[in-house]
Nanobody, 127 residues
Framework: QVQLVESGGGLVQAGGSLRLSCALS????????MGWFRQATGKEREFVAA????????DYADSVKGRFTISRDNAKNTVYLQMNSLKPEDTAVYYC????????????????????WGQGTQVTVSS
């Protein structure tokens, strides 16, 4: 059974930082592109960042470029999202996801390319 478990969310003031973690089990982590998405209240889910299965390619939404960094540790089957200079508009539930194909990073910003999703972790940024 494939499971993704996120952690690290919380309440932070604007300008602060948080690091989200997501552990994958029941699936080959080192062969899988991983992504982070978020959904704010009343809005559609949107892409945040992705990292290719090799750990070389990364993609970011324009809204987080220069502030967020995605990384992975294949030894721990874990993907991270370091979020700096947080803004109130970053407030959302953050989800990690595993790509539906091994050895592929095609369409890494499209949620339809991800087969497995975590339960989400709340990030709240106060002004």
């Amino acid at each position: 059974q494939v499971q993704l478990v996120e952690s690290g969310g919380g309440l932070v003031q604007a300008g602060g930082s948080l690091r989200l973690s997501c552990a994958l089990s029941g699936h080959s982590f080192s062969s899988t592109t991983m992504g982070w998405f978020r959904q704010a209240t009343g809005k559609e889910r949107e892409f945040v960042a992705a990292i290719g299965w090799r750990g070389v390619r990364t993609d970011y939404a324009d809204s987080v470029k220069g502030r967020f960094t995605i990384s992975r540790d294949n030894a721990k089957n874990t993907v991270y999202l370091q979020m700096n200079s947080l803004k109130p508009e970053d407030t959302a539930v953050y989800y990690c996801a595993a790509h539906r194909r091994y050895y592929s990073d095609t369409g890494s910003s499209e949620d339809s390319e991800y087969a497995y999703w975590g339960q989400g972790t709340q990030v709240t940024v106060s002004s």
